[in-house]
């Protein structure tokens, strides 16, 4: 049997290392099986709420060529954790007569495509819920909710291993010139807020 090997992890907050762990299990795997693994895929820091990634869709593309009979991925949630997403990619593999396996729930039927569907549907609107509410617990202590605020860099720090920690925001070069004509000048974005009139 022909097999294709598909990862995915969905934050910068994971390592790129994610995927090649999952690849590396699939691998075991497949091998174990006596299967033939003639590519392998992957999406980095993509989220699996949509089937637009480049690597889904060219595992999608060459499943529909023919070029392999199985899809094995680390768990079906890998593939997507949209409902309507994974139920369509389902239906189309079976089509092509591709099966879909997974290391944690095995070969994947209608049912597993139902119950998991659901399951991952119900985890992206709770997760959905507790990032707006973390957003709006930070912006009520007058943090960023997200992103760089404007005329702000993020500066870059290291551990002692070389690896990225959280930094801190300082002043851009940009606020620093528009201060230096007198716009607004070392003001914070919160202390300029509260000086506004309100209507």
């Known amino acids: 049997m022909r097999v294709a090997l598909y990862a995915r992890y969905s ?3 994971q390592r790129d290392a994610s995927i090649e762990d999952q690849l ?4 075991t795997y497949a091998e174990q099986k006596g299967w033939t693994i003639v590519d392998s895929y ?3 820091a993509i989220s699996g709420a949509s089937l637009i990634r480049p690597g889904i869709q060219e595992l999608i593309t060459d ?3 023919g070029r392999f009979q199985i899809i094995l991925t680390e768990a079906i949630d890998r593939l997507s954790r949209d409902q309507e997403d994974i139920a369509g990619l389902f239906k189309r593999m079976s089509f092509a007569g591709v099966k879909i396996v997974t290391l944690s729930e095995g070969e994947i039927d209608h049912l597993h495509i139902g119950l998991t569907g659901t399951m991952n549907a119900l985890y992206l609107k709770e997760l959905a819920n507790k990032t707006r509410r973390g957003l709006r617990g930070r912006v009520e202590q007058g943090k960023s909710g997200g992103g760089l605020c404007y005329g702000y860099d993020v500066v870059k720090q290291r ?3 070389g690896e990225t920690t959280c930094g801190e925001r300082a002043p851009s070069m940009k606020s620093k010139r528009r201060s230096s004509d007198g716009s607004f ?3 914070s974005t919160a202390n300029l807020l509260k000086r506004l009139p309100c209507f």
């Not at 590396?24 to 691998?27: A, F, K, L, Q």
């Open 11 to 13: 934050s910068d907050n």
């Open 24 to 27: 590396r299990t699939c691998r």
């Open 42 to 44: 992957s999406d980095r």
């Open 63 to 65: 499943a529909n060529t």
């Open 159 to 161: 551990d002692s291993h």
């Open 185 to 187: 000048g070392s003001m």
